[in-house]
C-alpha cells in the first residue's frame, strides 16, 4: 500500500524541493503547506502535491519526496495497478497513520491552523525554503577591450531584441540546452582523453537562480567552458546554422512571418537579449592553464571581453533583465518552464537550491512505461523543435548488436523553405553517456528528418569521431535502421492514411531521394510513395501496394505517366488506351518522378513503365498495318522530317482518337538534369520515334494531299510532331512554330475562300 504513487487531484507542472527522508509524510505535508503559506506564489501554483514512498518502505519513514505536479510513472507497477492516487488517498492513508490530513488546496487559514502541531519544526521548513542564490562572485580584472559583433550578428540582435515576439521564454530552453551541451562536452572529453581537465573535482551539473529584487536571471554550468579565442568566436558571430537560415529567411523576404521563424529554429545564445537589457558571461575553458573572461555586451552593436578572477571551469551567463521581461525573475514561473523542459537533461538542473529534474534516459526505458507526455517532452528537448512529432518509434535489440533507440518523425522540416540540407538528428549514446551529437551515416542519407537516440554498449568509446563514422558497426546500424524505420512508417500510413497524407505531402521529397539513393532497399522505400491516379479523384493519393493490389489478374506492369498536372495527363494520347481497358495509371507532376520510377525499375514483381514507352503497349499484340497506302506514307514522313529530327516513323496500333504520338521519348527529367549539369549539350533534343495513326482524318488527308501540294504537307508533318513533343513534355521553346502555324492558317482560311 505504501509503494503507491499518490496523486492529487489536480496538479500542475511545479517542482518543490526534496523532503528529506526522516519527515513522516504527514510533516513533509505540513512543511510543504507551511512553505506555501509563506510563499503565495507556491500555494497559488500548487494546488496538489505528489507524495512518492521509496518502494520497499513499509512505514511513513520512507517518504522519498514531495515532488512534482507532472506524474511520476513506472515508480511501483503493483501497486499503480488500481489506479493513480487523489488527494482522498493521501488523506485516508495519514488517517491510517494516526496523521492528520493537510489538505494545501484549502485556503491559508486552514493550513495555518493544521500546522498547529507540535511535531511542526519551523527552522526544518525555514532550512526548506531558504533559497541558494548565485552570487556574481567574479571580477574583471585588466582592462575591457570593446569589439564590435559581425554585421549578421547585429542584424540578428537587432531583430530579437525588437521584434514583438510573444513567446520570450524560449531563451531559457536555449541556453539550458547549451549548457548541457557543454556538459555532454566535457563528459566525452573526460571519458576519451587523458588530458587534464581544470576543476575535476566539480560536479557536473546546472545551476539557475531568480532574483525578484535585483531583476535578474542567472544560469552556471559546470561544463567545457571557453577560452578567450572560443568567446570571440561563438558569441561574437552566428555559428548557429538555426540563426543563419532565419536571416537569410528574413532577408529573401518569402512571407514568412518572423515570429513563426524564431520558434521554428531559435536563435541560441542571442536570444538572451530578448529579454535582457544586459549579458554578462563569466567563462573559463576546462583546459587547464586558461584564464577566466569577463563577456558582456547590452545587445547592440558591441561586446567587451576583459580578464576576470574567480572564474569557476565552465560558464556562468547572467541577464540583467528589462522591464517587460521581470516575469522572468519570479521562482514560480521560472520553475515551471525549467521543469518542463529539464526532464531529459542528462544533469541535475537546479534552481535557486532545489534540484528540479530527474534524470531520464527514456530510450532504455521499458516502452510502456514511457508515457506519450515523456515522448513530447524528449522530442522537443532532443530535436529543438517547437512542434510536435508525427511519428515515434523504439526499436531494441539484443542481438547481434545490443541496440536501444527511439526514433522521431517530425512534422516539420526546413528544407521545402529552402533552406539548404538538414543536419542528421540522431545521437549516439553508448550506456546512457552521449559520445556524439547529429551522426552522420547512422541513418540513410535520406533520412536526415529523423530525430532521435541509439544507444548500444557495442560502440568502442575510445575510437575517433570520423572512425566512428566509418565503421562497420554504424553501416550495420544504418542498414538496419534503414529497413526497420521504413517498415514502421509504413505500418503506420496504412493505420491512419489520411495522416499519412499529410505528413508524405512534406515529406514525399525524401522519400523519393530515398529511392533514388538506396539501391538495396528501393522496393521497400517505395512502399511509402504516394502519387494521384486516373482512377482516384484530384487530390487523393494512392501507393505502389494499392495500385498493384487493385491491378487486373493479367497486368503484369504498373504504369505511370508524368504531366505538369491532371489536366495535362488526362490529355495524354496514351491515356486513351489504358482508359478504354480500365487499367489504372498513376499520375506523377515532377519531372524527379521519372528518374525516381526508372531507379526503381520494379515494385511487386511488376514492371513500372511511363505510358508513352514501346513497352506500355496495350494493343502490342495487334498486327501492324500492312495496308501499302500508310506505310508509304511513314516513309514519306520520316524522309520529309529528315534523321536529325526522327529515328523513325510508326504506325500505331494503339493511338485511337489522337492523330501522332512520341515513342519512349527521352526522359524530360533526364533532360532538365543534363541542362543543369551542361547546358549547351543537352540543348537539341535527340531524334525522336513518331508513332502514327493513318486512319486519324488529318494523316488520311496528308496522305491525299502530300503529292499535290508538297509545301504544305511538309508543314503539316512538322507541325504534327511538335505536336507531339509538346504532348511529351520535350517542346522547347513554342515561339519557333509560329511561322509555320500562321501560314498553315493563312493556308486554311485561303482554301475556305475557294
Ligand atoms: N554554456 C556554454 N558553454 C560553453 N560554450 C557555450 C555555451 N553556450 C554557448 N556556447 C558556445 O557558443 C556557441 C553558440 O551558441 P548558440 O546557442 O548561439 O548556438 P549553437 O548552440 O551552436 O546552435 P544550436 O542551438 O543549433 O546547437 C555554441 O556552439 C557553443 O560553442
Same mark, same amino acid.
Given at each position: 500500500?505504501?509503494?503507491?504513487?499518490?496523486?492529487?487531484?489536480?496538479?500542475?507542472?511545479?517542482?518543490?524541493?526534496?523532503?528529506?527522508?526522516?519527515?513522516?509524510?504527514?510533516?513533509?505535508?505540513?512543511?510543504?503547506?507551511?512553505?506555501?503559506?509563506?510563499?503565495?506564489?507556491?500555494?497559488?501554483?500548487?494546488?496538489?502535491?505528489?507524495?512518492?514512498?521509496?518502494?520497499?518502505?513499509?512505514?511513513?519513514?520512507?517518504?522519498?519526496?514531495?515532488?512534482?505536479?507532472?506524474?511520476?510513472?513506472?515508480?511501483?507497477?503493483?501497486?499503480?495497478?488500481?489506479?493513480?492516487?487523489?488527494?482522498?488517498?493521501?488523506?485516508?492513508?495519514?488517517?491510517?497513520?494516526?496523521?492528520?490530513?493537510?489538505?494545501?488546496?484549502?485556503?491559508?487559514?486552514?493550513?495555518?491552523?493544521?500546522?498547529?502541531?507540535?511535531?511542526?519544526?519551523?527552522?526544518?521548513?525555514?532550512?526548506?525554503?531558504?533559497?541558494?542564490?548565485?552570487?556574481?562572485?567574479?571580477?574583471?580584472?585588466?582592462?575591457?577591450?570593446?569589439?564590435?559583433?559581425?554585421?549578421?550578428?547585429?542584424?540578428?540582435?537587432?531583430?530579437?531584441?525588437?521584434?514583438?515576439?510573444?513567446?520570450?521564454?524560449?531563451?531559457?530552453?536555449?541556453?539550458?540546452?547549451? =549548457?548541457?551541451? =557543454?556538459?555532454?562536452?566535457?563528459?566525452?572529453?573526460?571519458?576519451?582523453?587523458?588530458?587534464?581537465?581544470?576543476?575535476?573535482?566539480?560536479?557536473?551539473? &546546472?545551476?539557475?537562480?531568480?532574483?525578484?529584487?535585483?531583476?535578474?536571471?542567472?544560469?552556471?554550468?559546470?561544463?567545457?567552458?571557453?577560452?578567450?579565442?572560443?568567446?570571440?568566436?561563438?558569441?561574437?558571430?552566428?555559428?548557429?546554422?538555426?540563426?543563419?537560415?532565419?536571416?537569410?529567411?528574413?532577408?529573401?523576404?518569402?512571407?514568412?512571418?518572423?515570429?513563426?521563424?524564431?520558434?521554428?529554429?531559435?536563435?541560441?545564445?542571442?536570444?538572451?537579449?530578448?529579454?535582457?537589457?544586459?549579458?554578462?558571461?563569466?567563462?573559463?575553458?576546462?583546459?587547464?592553464?586558461?584564464?577566466?573572461?569577463?563577456?558582456?555586451?547590452?545587445?547592440?552593436?558591441?561586446?567587451?571581453?576583459?580578464?576576470?578572477?574567480?572564474?569557476?571551469?565552465?560558464?556562468?551567463?547572467?541577464?540583467?533583465?528589462?522591464?517587460?521581461?521581470?516575469?522572468?525573475?519570479?521562482?514560480?514561473?521560472?520553475?515551471?518552464?525549467?521543469?518542463?523542459?529539464?526532464?531529459?537533461?542528462?544533469?541535475?538542473?537546479? &534552481?535557486?537550491?532545489?534540484?528540479?529534474?530527474?534524470?531520464? =534516459?527514456?530510450?532504455?526505458?521499458?516502452?510502456?512505461?514511457?508515457?506519450?507526455?515523456?515522448?513530447?517532452?524528449?522530442?522537443?528537448? &532532443?530535436?529543438?523543435?517547437?512542434?510536435?512529432?508525427?511519428?515515434?518509434?523504439?526499436?531494441?535489440?539484443?542481438?547481434?548488436?545490443?541496440?536501444?533507440?527511439?526514433?522521431?518523425?517530425?512534422?516539420?522540416?526546413?528544407?521545402?523553405?529552402?533552406?539548404?540540407?538538414?543536419?542528421?538528428?540522431?545521437?549516439?549514446?553508448?550506456?546512457?553517456?552521449?559520445?556524439?551529437?547529429?551522426?552522420?551515416?547512422?541513418?540513410?542519407?535520406?533520412?536526415?528528418?529523423?530525430?532521435?537516440?541509439?544507444?548500444?554498449?557495442?560502440?568502442?568509446?575510445?575510437?575517433?569521431?570520423?572512425?566512428?563514422?566509418?565503421?562497420?558497426?554504424?553501416?550495420?546500424?544504418?542498414?538496419?535502421?534503414?529497413?526497420?524505420?521504413?517498415?514502421?512508417?509504413?505500418?503506420?500510413?496504412?493505420?491512419?492514411?489520411?495522416?499519412?497524407?499529410?505528413?508524405?505531402?512534406?515529406?514525399?521529397?525524401?522519400?523519393?531521394?530515398?529511392?533514388?539513393?538506396?539501391?538495396?532497399?528501393?522496393?521497400?522505400?517505395?512502399?511509402?510513395?504516394?502519387?494521384?491516379?486516373?482512377?482516384?479523384?484530384?487530390?487523393?493519393?494512392?501507393?505502389?501496394?494499392?495500385?498493384?493490389?487493385?491491378?487486373?489478374?493479367?497486368?503484369?506492369?504498373?504504369?505511370?505517366?508524368?504531366?505538369?498536372?491532371?489536366?495535362?495527363?488526362?490529355?495524354?494520347?496514351?491515356?486513351?488506351?489504358?482508359?478504354?481497358?480500365?487499367?489504372?495509371?498513376?499520375?506523377?507532376?515532377?519531372?524527379?518522378?521519372?528518374?525516381?520510377?526508372?531507379?526503381?525499375?520494379?515494385?511487386?514483381?511488376?514492371?513500372?513503365?511511363?505510358?508513352?514507352?514501346?513497352?506500355?503497349?496495350?494493343?502490342?499484340?495487334?498486327?501492324?498495318?500492312?495496308?501499302?497506302?500508310?506505310?508509304?506514307?511513314?516513309?514519306?514522313? =520520316?524522309?520529309?522530317?529528315?534523321?536529325?529530327?526522327?529515328?523513325?516513323?510508326?504506325?500505331?496500333?494503339?493511338?485511337?482518337?489522337?492523330?501522332?504520338?512520341?515513342?519512349?521519348?527521352?526522359?524530360?527529367?533526364?533532360?532538365?538534369?543534363?541542362?543543369? &549539369?551542361?547546358?549547351?549539350?543537352?540543348?537539341?533534343?535527340?531524334?525522336?520515334?513518331?508513332?502514327?495513326?493513318?486512319?486519324?482524318?488529318?494523316?488520311?488527308?496528308?496522305?491525299?494531299?502530300?503529292?499535290?501540294?508538297?509545301?504544305?504537307?511538309?508543314?503539316?508533318?512538322?507541325?504534327?510532331?511538335?505536336?507531339?513533343?509538346?504532348?511529351?513534355?520535350?517542346?522547347?521553346?513554342?515561339?519557333?512554330?509560329?511561322?509555320?502555324?500562321?501560314?498553315?492558317?493563312?493556308?486554311?482560311?485561303?482554301?475556305?475562300?475557294?
Amino acid at each position: 500500500m505504501f509503494g503507491r504513487l499518490l496523486r492529487p487531484a489536480r496538479s500542475v507542472p511545479i517542482v518543490l524541493r526534496n523532503v528529506e527522508r526522516s519527515y513522516s509524510v504527514a510533516s513533509s505535508l505540513r512543511t510543504f503547506a507551511r512553505a506555501s503559506a509563506n510563499r503565495p506564489e507556491l500555494t497559488k501554483q500548487t494546488p496538489g502535491v505528489f507524495v512518492r514512498f521509496s518502494s520497499s518502505s513499509s512505514s511513513s519513514k520512507g517518504a522519498e519526496s514531495v515532488v512534482t505536479g507532472e506524474p511520476v510513472s513506472g515508480f511501483n507497477k503493483e501497486d499503480e495497478e488500481d489506479g493513480p492516487a487523489t488527494a482522498e488517498d493521501v488523506a485516508r492513508i495519514m488517517r491510517d497513520l494516526g496523521e492528520t490530513p493537510v489538505d494545501v488546496t484549502k485556503d491559508r487559514a486552514a493550513q495555518m491552523e493544521a500546522m498547529d502541531d507540535p511535531e511542526f519544526k519551523l527552522e526544518d521548513a525555514e532550512e526548506m525554503i531558504k533559497e541558494e542564490l548565485i552570487e556574481e562572485t567574479e571580477t574583471a580584472t585588466g582592462p575591457a577591450e570593446k569589439r564590435d559583433f559581425q554585421a549578421e550578428t547585429r542584424k540578428l540582435l537587432d531583430i530579437v531584441a525588437h521584434s514583438l515576439y510573444s513567446d520570450r521564454k524560449v531563451f531559457i530552453r536555449e541556453i539550458v540546452s547549451n =549548457a548541457s551541451d =557543454a556538459l555532454e562536452k566535457l563528459r566525452y572529453k573526460q571519458l576519451t582523453n587523458n588530458d587534464q581537465i581544470s576543476d575535476s573535482d566539480l560536479p557536473l551539473e &546546472i545551476k539557475i537562480s531568480v532574483d525578484k529584487e535585483k531583476g535578474l536571471f542567472i544560469i552556471q554550468d559546470t561544463g567545457i567552458g571557453m577560452t578567450e579565442a572560443e568567446l570571440v568566436e561563438n558569441l561574437g558571430t552566428i555559428a548557429h546554422s538555426g540563426s543563419k537560415q532565419f536571416l537569410n529567411e528574413l532577408t529573401d523576404d518569402k512571407g514568412v512571418s518572423k515570429d513563426g521563424i524564431i520558434g521554428q529554429f531559435g536563435v541560441g545564445f542571442y536570444s538572451t537579449f530578448m529579454v535582457g537589457n544586459k549579458v554578462r558571461v563569466y567563462t573559463r575553458s576546462s583546459q587547464p592553464g586558461h584564464k577566466g573572461y569577463r563577456w558582456e555586451s547590452d545587445g547592440s552593436g558591441s561586446y567587451d571581453i576583459s580578464e576576470a578572477e574567480g572564474v569557476q571551469r565552465g560558464t556562468k551567463i547572467i541577464i540583467e533583465l528589462k522591464d517587460d521581461s521581470k516575469e522572468f525573475s519570479e521562482l514560480g514561473k521560472v520553475r515551471t518552464i525549467v521543469s518542463d523542459m529539464s526532464n531529459f537533461v542528462s544533469y541535475p538542473v537546479s &534552481i535557486n537550491g532545489d534540484l528540479v529534474n530527474t534524470v531520464k =534516459a527514456i530510450w532504455t526505458m521499458p516502452k510502456n512505461e514511457v508515457t506519450e507526455e515523456m515522448h513530447a517532452g524528449f522530442y522537443r528537448f &532532443i530535436s529543438g523543435d517547437y512542434q510536435d512529432y508525427t511519428y515515434m518509434y523504439q526499436f531494441n535489440t539484443d542481438v547481434p548488436i545490443e541496440i536501444k533507440s527511439l526514433f522521431y518523425i517530425p512534422s516539420y522540416h526546413s528544407e521545402k523553405l529552402g533552406m539548404g540540407q538538414t543536419e542528421p538528428g540522431v545521437s549516439l549514446y553508448c550506456r546512457k553517456v552521449l559520445i556524439q551529437n547529429n551522426v552522420k551515416k547512422i541513418l540513410p542519407e535520406w533520412m536526415r528528418f529523423v530525430k532521435g537516440v541509439v544507444d548500444s554498449a557495442d560502440i568502442p568509446l575510445n575510437l575517433s569521431r570520423e572512425l566512428l563514422q566509418d565503421s562497420t558497426l554504424i553501416a550495420r546500424m544504418r542498414d538496419l535502421f534503414g529497413d526497420k524505420i521504413v517498415r514502421e512508417i509504413a505500418k503506420q500510413a496504412k493505420k491512419d492514411p489520411a495522416k499519412y497524407s499529410k505528413w508524405y505531402k512534406d515529406f514525399g521529397s525524401f522519400v523519393r531521394e530515398g529511392i533514388v539513393t538506396e539501391p538495396g532497399n528501393r522496393e521497400r522505400i517505395a512502399t511509402l510513395v504516394r502519387y494521384e491516379s486516373s482512377k482516384k479523384n484530384a487530390g487523393e493519393l494512392v501507393g505502389m501496394q494499392d495500385y498493384v493490389d487493385r491491378a487486373l489478374p493479367d497486368q503484369d506492369m504498373i504504369y505511370f505517366i508524368t504531366a505538369p498536372s491532371r489536366a495535362v495527363a488526362d490529355e495524354s494520347p496514351y491515356m486513351e488506351a489504358f482508359r478504354e481497358k480500365d487499367i489504372e495509371v498513376l499520375y506523377m507532376y515532377e519531372e524527379l518522378d521519372e528518374i525516381v520510377m526508372q531507379h526503381l525499375g520494379e515494385f511487386g514483381k511488376k514492371r513500372v513503365v511511363h505510358i508513352s514507352s514501346s513497352e506500355a503497349n496495350l494493343h502490342k499484340d495487334t498486327p501492324e498495318s500492312t495496308d501499302e497506302k500508310h506505310l508509304d506514307l511513314a516513309k514519306w514522313m =520520316a524522309e520529309s522530317l529528315g534523321k536529325d529530327v526522327v529515328k523513325d516513323v510508326k504506325i500505331s496500333t494503339r493511338l485511337t482518337k489522337a492523330p501522332v504520338g512520341i515513342v519512349d521519348p527521352t526522359s524530360v527529367g533526364m533532360r532538365r538534369m543534363l541542362q543543369m &549539369i551542361d547546358s549547351d549539350r543537352a540543348s537539341k533534343i535527340p531524334p525522336q520515334t513518331l508513332e502514327i495513326n493513318p486512319s486519324h482524318p488529318i494523316l488520311t488527308k496528308l496522305n491525299s494531299v502530300r503529292a499535290d501540294q508538297p509545301d504544305v504537307a511538309q508543314r503539316v508533318t512538322r507541325q504534327l510532331l511538335e505536336n507531339a513533343l509538346i504532348s511529351a513534355g520535350l517542346c522547347e521553346d513554342p515561339r519557333t512554330m509560329l511561322e509555320r502555324i500562321n501560314l498553315l492558317l493563312e493556308d486554311a482560311l485561303t482554301r475556305g475562300d475557294k
